[in-house]
């Protein structure tokens, strides 16, 4: 194991661990508010598709992410629209989200561009650039200099959005008179209604604040840490950010450590994949290794954490 | 001669074609205190609701000061001076005071600025009222009545000139009457109306300037309580005599063999934060009840009472001590739990305050299945929607339930309408010890004498009865023997022949200050 760098894993594991930052705390924001947030994966793949179709066509990453931010929104105010104004079931609307994103893209992408449900590939000027820091600190061997350039510095802008984030929501949960509205509307929808406040108002402004965020993690994917789009390109993303946001029971600082674990987890299955455990041939199967993720959220979420400390008002409709 | 304050013309409100209102008026003037009083489900709270934009009328008129106004929401009452302060619990626990009155507040300025400025005026206010809260503890610190006052504050905070008070039973519990007379008498002085809903006849009948009558969705008439005597009050509300206060049951005659008996009970609080210090809800409790004997446990809010009886109902652990219950031996290790106490006869009515009881989202054919769908209605495991029905149908109509609708949803049934449906429930499967917490809270007094009258009955079968209550005239009309707690301490047990309420009163306030 000596060209086996774990710099280089944890540097793989904040770029797989940040579309699921945005994800969860998209669904944080919804779920806070007490809409379930289902329909995240789909989200997802609507914002990750308007991205990467807008910018091949204009040429421009930064309207490409707005695009994707815009078109998630519509997405998430579908759900809305099914489940506040009307009061429908949440996990349904939840899954028709999924289910629409999922066929949309894929005829969109289809009919727009024939190249076999992909989009154009981006070229390096096309995508979000890498953010070199400053150079405060020499390259050299030192472990702070590596850690400096090699796991902090040179992502692109979008991982330091999703830390800026994480600390702005933490702050707006803790002290902003918003944040104590969202959380009532997640926890006691009558004591918000009696206070005088408008429970649909809070819940719409929650889940189009949450549609913007899901679609940054899109974005990130099609033209942050891809090169374009391709069909049902978040494969099952969408449900990891959930169980990462379950994982954190629902707070913001805890959502970014438990996406980082579950990026760290994808990192080391793409790390492992032909890589000899053992001396001789003692190599994994693939599979096995891809499905370690998957396995690991399974046992994490039903022995580890404890019981999970849903919004109350969870799935209420009223 | 002024416009009133608040003025509801000719409303009519019907759900599902139950009619809840028909062609009620009411006007309430500046500055006076106004008693509302009816039977369960006879539609004060509709009436209430309405005043405060919560449902919207199907016909009729509001003005506010002489003008009209629409109330669509809680917030454009709020804004026309209208407050309330409701039946059942919703505040976020987990926040602060502060934050729960400043909850729905429309942000103006700078966060911080705001902050401060409503911190001033919010403390002025607490002073001037003498509320003994702290702006920043957490709201799960403080009692049910506290948590009461936070929203009187909310209401002045926002300039409220006609406040509704709809059942505010913490409020009107003995040891807070002073408390509630003089802050009345404040509000008074600022010129607030205050609008008080309430089955407490005698406390209306004391405060109250003037007092609505609503029968069945109708106003029958405005009372001057100075003229007119309490006996004809209930006699308007409810269209029969009643008796007031309601005359003692008989004692118990045949006190049979000891039934249920308490050694030594300990129970420790639970570890609150990250200091790991237990406060004891409950040391050293010994207690004997025997067969056809009715125990009152009276104290203070908190005292312990309350978890006596969630202990006896397996729905707290215990750490210490022994309960013999007929010939089964409970334990602290013993897993002893809600299910277990039905299978051996316990039967528990929870406090109407904590909306426990039943469930709001099930039909009520449904919620008087909760706990006994095991014992009963099971065919091949199966529920039986007919039977159920059927049973729910019989259960409304003797305990004089309205709407007698099984089908409809609970939520929808009034206050002391659901209570006397967890009553009903309680009672139908003749339980041997039947445990009650504020029985009759937000019950009509038509309906309290029904409810004296069954547990006499229940009684006399041999059945034991513990139940806690606030109200000190309902402990003296039921008990054989009264429990005073304090601080978690069974500190006396009188024979309830050897003492009257006065001393009573005297008994449960002295042990307050005796810290």
């Not at chain 1, 579908?78 to 899954?95: E, N, P, R, Y």
Request: charged share 20%.
């Amino acid at each position: 194991m000596n060209d086996f760098s774990w710099l280089l894993l944890f540097d793989a594991a904040i770029r797989l661990a940040t579309p699921l930052l945005f994800a969860a705390l998209a669904g944080m924001l919804s779920e806070r508010a007490g809409i379930i947030d289902i329909g995240l994966e789909g989200k997802m793949l609507v914002g990750a598709f308007a991205a990467a179709a807008w910018t091949s066509i204009s040429g421009s990453v930064w309207e490409g992410i707005m695009v994707a931010m815009f078109c998630s929104v519509a997405f998430s105010l579908l759900h809305g629209f099914a489940c506040i104004t009307h009061k429908g079931d949440q996990v349904v609307s939840g899954i028709a989200v999924n289910m629409l994103a999922l066929a949309v893209t894929s005829l969109l992408a289809h009919r727009l561009f024939s190249q076999g449900g992909m989009t154009p590939v981006l070229d390096k000027l096309e995508r979000l650039p890498e953010v070199a820091f400053p150079q405060w600190i020499e390259v050299d061997d030192t472990w702070l200099s590596q850690l400096y350039w090699q796991l902090l510095s040179g992502h692109n802008i979008l991982v330091y959005v999703g830390l800026l984030l994480v600390v702005l929501l933490s702050l707006f949960f803790k002290y902003s008179p918003y944040g104590n509205r969202v959380f009532a509307a997640g926890e006691n929808p009558k004591a918000l209604q009696r206070a005088g406040g408008s429970l649909a108002t809070t819940r719409y402004a929650a889940i189009i604040c949450g549609g913007a965020i899901c679609g940054l993690s899109g974005a990130f994917l099609s033209v942050g840490h891809g090169a374009g789009f391709v069909e049902n390109m978040t494969v099952g993303k969408g449900f990891i950010a959930l169980a990462a946001l379950i994982f954190a029971k629902w707070r913001p600082v805890a959502i970014l450590f438990s996406c980082l674990f579950f990026g760290l987890l994808e990192a080391l299955a793409i790390r492992l994949q032909g890589h000899p455990l053992f001396k001789g041939d003692g190599m994994l199967p693939i599979q096995l290794i891809e499905v370690l993720p998957y396995v690991l959220t399974v046992i994490v979420l039903a022995g580890f954490i404890g019981p999970s400390l849903a919004p109350k008002a969870l799935g209420n409709r009223r | 001669m002024l416009a009133p304050a608040l003025e509801l013309r000719h409303i009519d409100k019907s759900y599902h074609a139950v009619e809840a209102l028909n062609d009620a008026s009411i006007s309430i003037a500046p500055g006076s205190i106004h008693g509302v009083i009816g039977e369960n489900g006879a539609g004060k709270s509709s009436l209430m609701q309405i005043a405060y934009g919560l449902i919207q009328p199907d016909s009729g008129e509001i003005f506010v000061d002489g003008a009209k106004v629409e109330l669509l929401s809680p917030l454009q009452a709020i804004e026309h001076g209208i407050g309330m302060l409701h039946q059942k619990a919703s505040w976020l626990e987990q926040l602060s005071v502060f934050d729960n009155i400043m909850l729905a507040e429309p942000v103006t300025g700078f966060l911080f600025q705001q902050k401060e400025k409503a911190m001033a005026k919010l403390e002025l206010l607490r002073r001037e009222f003498g509320f003994e809260f702290s702006l920043s503890v957490k709201m799960s610190q403080l009692d049910y009545s506290q948590r009461q006052l936070v929203d009187v504050l909310r209401s002045l905070y926002r300039g409220v000139r006609v406040l509704i008070l709809d059942e505010p039973l913490a409020l009107l519990a003995p040891s807070q009457a002073d408390y509630l007379n003089n802050l009345l008498v404040l509000l008074k002085i600022q010129g607030i109306s205050v609008v008080v809903v309430s089955h407490k006849l005698a406390v209306l009948h004391q405060l109250c300037d003037v007092i609505t009558v609503i029968r069945t969705g109708r106003v029958i008439g405005c009372i001057d309580p100075h003229s007119v005597s309490l006996r004809e009050m209930s006699k308007q509300m409810v269209g029969r005599e009643i008796n007031l206060p309601h005359p003692r049951v008989e004692p118990s005659k045949n006190k049979g063999k000891v039934l249920l008996d308490i050694k030594g009970l300990r129970v420790h609080g639970a570890k609150t934060g990250r200091k790991s210090t237990t406060k004891l809800l409950l040391r050293d409790i010994n207690l004997s009840v025997h067969a056809g004997e009715m125990i009152a446990l009276v104290g203070l809010p908190e005292s312990g009472q309350d978890v006596l009886l969630d202990v006896l109902a397996g729905m707290v652990r215990f750490d210490g001590g022994a309960i013999d219950f007929l010939q089964y031996a409970i334990r602290p290790k013993s897993r002893y739990k809600i299910n277990k106490a039905r299978d051996y006869g316990i039967a528990y009515a929870p406090n109407p305050n904590f909306n426990i009881g039943l469930v709001d989202q099930l039909t009520m054919a449904e919620s008087v299945y909760l706990g006994y769908q095991k014992q009963d209605f099971g065919r091949w495991g199966l529920l039986s929607g007919r039977q159920r029905h059927q049973t729910c149908h019989q259960l409304m109509m003797e305990w004089n339930v309205v709407p007698a609708l099984p089908a409809m949803q609970t939520g929808l049934f009034s206050g002391g309408n659901q209570q006397k449906m967890v009553l009903a429930r309680e009672f139908s499967h003749q339980p041997s010890l039947l445990l009650l917490n504020q029985p009759t809270h937000g019950v009509d007094v038509g309906a309290i004498e029904t409810i004296y009258q069954r547990l006499f009955e229940l009684r006399e079968q041999g059945s034991s009865i513990l139940f806690c209550s606030t109200d000190l005239d309902e402990v003296m009309s039921l008990a054989d023997r009264i429990c005073l707690f304090s601080h978690g301490e069974l500190t006396e047990i009188f024979n309830a022949e050897d003492t009257d309420r006065t001393r009573l009163a005297l008994s449960v306030i002295k042990e307050a200050h005796d810290v």
